[in-house]
Nanobody
Framework: QVQLVESGGGLVQPGGSLRLSCAAS????????RGWYRQAPGKQRELVAG???????NYDDSVKGRFTISRDNAKNTVYLQMNSLKPEDTAVYYC?????????WGQGTQVTVSS
């Protein structure tokens, strides 16, 4: 059974930092493209950052320079380092792993940026 388990969300003040983790079981993470998505209330889920199995990264313009996606293949884990957080970053953040034939999602972790 495939599981993606996110952790690291929480409440943080504007300008603060959080580090999200996504640990996979049941699949070999490095064979999949991985990404972090977020969904704010009343909005569609959007891609925040992605990393290919070759290590190439891409970011939504709204987070460029503030967020960094990284991976530890030995730990079967992908991370999202979020710095200089803004209230508009508030959302549920989801981890995703996909290939040509498979698409897996975590359960989500809430990130709230508020003073």
């Amino acid at each position: 059974q495939v599981q993606l388990v996110e952790s690291g969300g929480g409440l943080v003040q504007p300008g603060g930092s959080l580090r999200l983790s996504c640990a996979a079981s049941g699949i070999i993470f490095r064979f999949y493209a991985r990404g972090w998505y977020r969904q704010a209330p009343g909005k569609q889920r959007e891609l925040v950052a992605g990393i290919t199995n070759g290590g190439s990264t891409n970011y939504d313009d709204s987070v460029k320079g503030r967020f960094t996606i990284s991976r530890d293949n030995a730990k079967n884990t992908v991370y999202l380092q979020m710095n200089s957080l803004k209230p508009e970053d508030t959302a549920v953040y989801y981890c995703n792993a996909h290939s040509r034939s498979s698409d897996y999602w975590g359960q989500g972790t809430q990130v709230t940026v508020s003073s």
